[in-house]
Each structure stands twice: as structure tokens, then as C-alpha cells.
């Protein structure tokens, strides 16, 4: 009886205690259900998933490197121009269109495995510590650099730094027994958007804009006064290879040759309502004649000031078919100083034409080859091979016809020229023995070549000079064959080149421009338009493909290979630091 109480007694509390316990482990299991409810469902899954792998995955995983891996194949998902760039790489990717760096101010090329300094900035702060052009650096820091072969980005990287930061370089310099030190306080070095202005021809000036970058405009007008100064009263704007850059410094460029009131540009996005920009009134050549030239690699900025200038009938487009980028980047910063270049408009030229050439979201690599498909089907050989979209047909302010999706069509078609290219002139030009040529012969007659007191004494020294037999054993010697027959037919174009870069490596682009330009088809061309009085566009030049010229006219030269070569390479292979 008293074991039946006991048991009635304690019944009580072994079900309390079971329904608490069973309560407890529900709630827990619920708690978990409805955490992985959550991860599934509503919320941002992203972060769900980076969640679950952080707490879930077999293996610890860097989150953070997760993430910045997989950012840019989101991005790649959204049209070619939407970029991101982690927070390593944004200052060096600002530093060409910001006008400056920090660092020491050399140019400089990796000859063999050594660093040869090919130029000095006037005013940089390697100048200031001593540097001479044609030193060898042979340690930085105190680390030997000579003989490792570093790679010229990671030198670059070593020479730039913080400004009033301090590198040590020791210096090895002809006909001194001894290294020499010295300590430079890394400043503000330059960086140019216009690469050269000069007078091309009696009374036409030359101004060569690489990028369009936050000085780019300050340059601009300083070289249209030093050349109205020298007598010019027309100008030639060479935007070939220029890739573009600022928006702003396209339209304050473009508002120096227009009256005011004449539409620029405008654009407009989801998020952002038509958006006109006008000229003001105050340019300084507004009724100076002027030719623009471009090719297939004038892109963006490039492309603003180029329609513009054509919708506006003010003057004309010389050369080949333009990239065809017509969308607008925003930078928009993130918390760990990483950076989103973020498409938000598109821009269209006076006309209404936007023109960006088609593409298909996430199929960056076929947006990529275009410019080579163009090549394939033979469009910078003939104007007849460019297929123009009826459906996107535009008129200029005077009534001509342009065409939008896909570029900026030339008033004058210039095909490339292919006279004079060889295999063996290929050769040379890809394997970098013609540049390194070149600052060998520097180096070795540096004495010589360095007592001359302008490009023209220097460039007329070079002309009465062997160097393309000196070439030929060269390249010979660096295991590239002489060919005689094709190195004849190339004799010209290598003899230029030669003469262009060992110039360069003395005076600079004021030098290397007017000697590698002296013969371009497309210059000439611009040159005969001003000279004829016909910069300034007519109904006649409604039809651009009419006005082009065949590729016997084009002359014996082959600008076209040479220019993107130096563009391209050459401006690679001698780094600044």
C-alpha cells in the first residue's frame, strides 16, 4: 500500500519532468528546422549559402577568398563592360586616368636580367636624387635584383610606393668601378594622356591624345596654345588606340570647337533620366578646321568626342569603323576599398545613335573577338566589307547619314597596308629583339647619341648609319634566321622602327612621333583635307564608303602594324616606376 503512495506520489513528477524534457528537445529541433527554413528560403541566399558552407563544409574554406572569387563570375553574368576590381588592384588600375603616381619617376626596360633606366622625368624624384638615363639598377632595398630575371611588373610594384617613402637603389653607371646608392623619396610622377603635339605641316598641328584621364584636359589646351604660338590655325586629333577613359574630358575637349548650344552627348539609364549635355560658348577653336582619326581600337571617350564632332557636322572622321562602346561605368566603392565599375546608362552621340555594338549577357568572349571576326571578314582592308544596319540609320545636324550598333563610321575609310609586313619583320616585332636592339645600340653608343642637341641631328646621324645590317646580325645572334629576300622587302619599315625607338630613347615622344609618323597614310590623308579646304563636312560625304580609298591608293607604309605595336608593346616594355 505504502509502495502504491510512494509511486502515486512521484508520478507527478516523472511526467512534469518527461513533458518538460520532451518540450526542450522539440524546441531544439525546431530551432534547427527552422534555421535551415531560413537559409533556403527568403533573405539573401548569397549569404545563406556562404553560411552554410562556413558552418557545414567538410573542410575549413577562406570565406573571404570564396567570396572574392566568386564576385567577378557574377559580374561576367552582366553585360562585358560591368567590372569588379579587388581592392589590390584599384589604385593601380586609377593611377593611368588620376594624372599621377607615386613612385620615383623612371621609365625603365628589363634589358636581359638587368634594369636598364631609359628615361629620367625632368623634375621626378629620381632626377632630384641623381638618376641618369641608361643606369642599371642592380639592387633595390639592398635585395639583388641583377641576374634573378624579375618580372617588370613586380619591379614596377617595388619602385612605386607610398609618397615621401624611401627606396635605396644601388646603381651601377658606365665608367664607374663601384656601385652607387641612392636613397629616393618617392613623389608625384606624371602621368601623360596627350603624348605629343607638334606642326605636321605649315600651319596644321599634330596633337596625339592616348586616354582620356583626369589631366587630359589641361593638357589638351595647353598643347592647342604652344601650337597656335607656333602658327597653327588647324588641327589633327589622332584618337587611334585611345580606349578611352573620363567622359568629362571627352566633352570638355569637344566643347573647345563648338559654339554654344550644340548638344555633346546625352545619356540615359533605368536609374537615371536623360541626362543633355551642351557646349557653353567658350572654346577656343571654334572655327578652326579639324580632322579626327580613328581605328578600331578608338573606344568609349574616344567615341563621344568623335560622334560628336560628326553629328555636328564639324568636321571630319578619318581612318576606320570605331570600337563601338557605348555604355556608361559608375565606380561605386566598397567597405574593404574594393571597387565595382558598374554599367548605368548608355550615352548617345547628338544624332540619337548609341553606338554599342551588340552583345549577349554573359558571353564576354565573343564580345572579346570581335575585333578579330572584323579582321577575319576583312574589314580593315575594305570599307565594302563593313556591314552597316539599315534599321539604325541617323542624321547629322546638316541631313548626312550615320549609322549606330556598332562604332563610329568614318567620313573617310583608310584601310591597313600590309606592304612591307613579312614573316621575319613579325618575328622581331613579337619576340622583342627589335626593341631590345635598340637600347643595346643606345647603351653601347650612348656617348654619341646622347651629344646630339635635337631629335633632327640625332634622327639625320642615324639615317647615314648601317643599322639594319647591325639589325639582321643581331636578331641572328638571338637565333632569329636571316632571310635576306624578306628582310629587303621589310627594309623600310624595320629601318623606320630602328631609327623611331633609339630616337625615342633620347628625346622622348617628341622625338619618336614626328620620325614614326612622317609617312602615315592616314596623317596624309587628314593633311591633303585641310590643305584642300574640306574638313568641314558636306552633304557629299553622306556616304562614307564612297569616300574611301582602295587599298593600291594606300601608299607603300604599314602604319597600322607599326602604331598598335607601339601602342601596345612598346608602351609595355618600358615600364615607369
Request: net charge negative; proline share 3%; glycine share 8%.
Amino acid at each position: 500500500m505504502n509502495k502504491n503512495r510512494r509511486s502515486a506520489m512521484w508520478l507527478p513528477v516523472i511526467i512534469s519532468v518527461s513533458i518538460a524534457l520532451g518540450i526542450f528537445i522539440g524546441n531544439h529541433y525546431l530551432k534547427l528546422s527552422q534555421g535551415k527554413r531560413h537559409f533556403y528560403g527568403g533573405g539573401n541566399k548569397l549569404d545563406a549559402i556562404m553560411e552554410i558552407i562556413n558552418e557545414q563544409y567538410v573542410d575549413t574554406v577562406d570565406i573571404k577568398q570564396l567570396v572574392e572569387d566568386a564576385i567577378p563570375k557574377i559580374f561576367s553574368e552582366l553585360d562585358p563592360h560591368t567590372v569588379y576590381i579587388p581592392a589590390k588592384d584599384v589604385q593601380r588600375v586609377n593611377e593611368d586616368l588620376e594624372g599621377s603616381f607615386s613612385g620615383i619617376g623612371v621609365s625603365f626596360n628589363m634589358q636581359t636580367d638587368t634594369i636598364l633606366v631609359i628615361n629620367v622625368i625632368p623634375g621626378g624624384p629620381a632626377e632630384k636624387a641623381g638618376l641618369q638615363p641608361f643606369d642599371r639598377i642592380i639592387t633595390i632595398n639592398d635585395r639583388l635584383y641583377a641576374g634573378n630575371k624579375s618580372d617588370q611588373d613586380s619591379i614596377m610594384k617595388t619602385l612605386r610606393g607610398a609618397k615621401n617613402s624611401t627606396v635605396k637603389l644601388g646603381v651601377k653607371r658606365r665608367n664607374e668601378a663601384n656601385l652607387l646608392y641612392f636613397d629616393v623619396t618617392r613623389g608625384d610622377v606624371p602621368v601623360k594622356s596627350v603624348d605629343v603635339a607638334y606642326e605636321v605641316n605649315k600651319g596644321i598641328g599634330y596633337i596625339k591624345v592616348s586616354k582620356f584621364g583626369r589631366t587630359t584636359y589641361n593638357e589638351f589646351i595647353t598643347a592647342i596654345a604652344q601650337l597656335k604660338q607656333e602658327g597653327c590655325a588647324s588641327f589633327i586629333i589622332d584618337l587611334r588606340g585611345n580606349t578611352g577613359g573620363y567622359m568629362d574630358a571627352a566633352i570638355n575637349m569637344v566643347n573647345e570647337f563648338m559654339p554654344e548650344g550644340r548638344l555633346i552627348v546625352y545619356t540615359e539609364g533605368k536609374a537615371f533620366p536623360r541626362n543633355d549635355v551642351y557646349t557653353n560658348g567658350t572654346g577656343t577653336c571654334q572655327d578652326a578646321p579639324i580632322v579626327v582619326l580613328t581605328d578600331e581600337f578608338s573606344a568609349s571617350a574616344s567615341e563621344i568626342f568623335s560622334g560628336a564632332i560628326q553629328d555636328n557636322d564639324r568636321g571630319l572622321i578619318i581612318g576606320r569603323r570605331t570600337f563601338g562602346k557605348g555604355l556608361v561605368q559608375s565606380p561605386i566603392q566598397l567597405s574593404d576599398g574594393s571597387e565595382i565599375r558598374l554599367t548605368i546608362a548608355r550615352y548617345y552621340t547628338p544624332s540619337g545613335r548609341c553606338i554599342q555594338k551588340k552583345y549577349e549577357l554573359g558571353k564576354d568572349d565573343e564580345y572579346e573577338y570581335d575585333i578579330i571576326h572584323r579582321f577575319e571578314h576583312g574589314e580593315f582592308d575594305s570599307a565594302d566589307s563593313i556591314k552597316l544596319d539599315n534599321d539604325q540609320k541617323y542624321a547629322t545636324v546638316m541631313g548626312r547619314t550615320v549609322y549606330g550598333g556598332g562604332g563610329i563610321m568614318p567620313d573617310i575609310f583608310i584601310p591597313r597596308d600590309t606592304s612591307g609586313v613579312t614573316s621575319y619583320l613579325s618575328q622581331v616585332l613579337n619576340s622583342g629583339t627589335l626593341n631590345l636592339f635598340t637600347l643595346t645600340y643606345s647603351d653601347q653608343h650612348y656617348d654619341k647619341l646622347s651629344s646630339f642637341k635635337t631629335y633632327q641631328e640625332l634622327y639625320d646621324y642615324l639615317k647615314q648609319q648601317p643599322l639594319l645590317a647591325e639589325f639582321a646580325q643581331f636578331a641572328a645572334q638571338k637565333g632569329i634566321k636571316k632571310r635576306p629576300r624578306l628582310i629587303q622587302i621589310s627594309s623600310r619599315l624595320i629601318e623606320k622602327q630602328l631609327q623611331a625607338y633609339i630616337v625615342r630613347n633620347f628625346f622622348d615622344d617628341a622625338g619618336f612621333y614626328p620620325i614614326f609618323m612622317n609617312d602615315d597614310v592616314t596623317l596624309e590623308r587628314a593633311i591633303q583635307v585641310i590643305q584642300e579646304g574640306k574638313s568641314f563636312p558636306t552633304l557629299d560625304n553622306t556616304n562614307p564608303i564612297s569616300n574611301g580609298i582602295t587599298q593600291s591608293e594606300a601608299g607603300f607604309t604599314q602604319r597600322y602594324s607599326l602604331l598598335k605595336e607601339y601602342i601596345y608593346e612598346n608602351y609595355t616594355a618600358n615600364m615607369v616606376g
